[in-house]
């Protein structure tokens, strides 16, 4: 796997080496030396999760806070998303910058989302399937998140904001400067 950094500090592209004959494809998804190695973070994953959303299902921009921040490596199994991420460090010199990625099942990148930082993405196929580890167990007393079309990030989502289907709490977020 290549492993590549992104503008944000500490969020990396992960681009696997893919294995492809006759029978179909075979490519390793997670290798925590070689990412402790190239990065220096050598995260303990306790918990994956996965999600199946349709065309313009939009989610996020969730993030866990406190002392049950999570870090998460996301990737695709079906499908093709728009992913989204937002540094919400305010020590961290990419503070409110925002970095987005295709996600799909041809391409197979994976995306490492520090600690610390508001992750969502929008599906662009007719349904996605959507999976992540995480290095924290999910705790509903340390979710937050931050509205989706927030004048101060500026997001190109790269799909009408009028067709998008989004979870009513996902609609009542807090906007940025509400919250840092």
Same mark, same amino acid.
Request: glycine share 6%; hydrophobic share 30%; net charge negative.
């Given at each position: 796997m290549q492993i590549e950094k992104t503008? %944000?500090?500490d969020c990396l592209l992960i681009k696997p080496t893919m294995f492809e004959d006759h029978r179909g494809l075979f490519l390793e998804t997670y290798h925590r030396?070689? %990412? =402790? *190695?190239? !990065?220096?973070?050598? =995260?303990?994953?306790v918990q994956d999760n996965q999600s199946m959303s349709h065309y313009g299902v939009l989610r996020g921009l969730h993030? $866990?806070?406190?002392?049950? =921040? $999570?870090?998460k490596i996301v990737r695709v199994i079906h499908g093709k998303v728009l992913d989204v991420v937002v540094d919400l460090r305010p020590d961290s010199p990419s503070f409110k910058k925002t970095f987005s990625v295709i996600l799909d099942d041809e391409n197979l990148f994976q995306l490492y989302v520090p600690k610390g930082f508001g992750h969502g993405f929008v599906t662009l196929s007719k349904r996605s399937v959507f999976a992540y580890k995480c290095d924290h167990y999910y705790t509903p007393g340390s979710e937050a998140g931050i509205r989706y079309n927030d004048p101060d990030l500026n997001i190109d989502w790269n799909f009408p904001e009028d067709q998008m289907i989004l !979870? *009513?709490? *996902?609609k009542e977020l807090p906007f940025l400067k509400d919250v840092f």
């Open positions: 503008p %944000l500090k030396r070689r %990412l =402790a *190695d190239f !990065s220096g973070i050598d =995260a303990e994953f993030y $866990q806070q406190g002392e049950f =921040a $999570q870090t !979870s *009513d709490k *996902d």
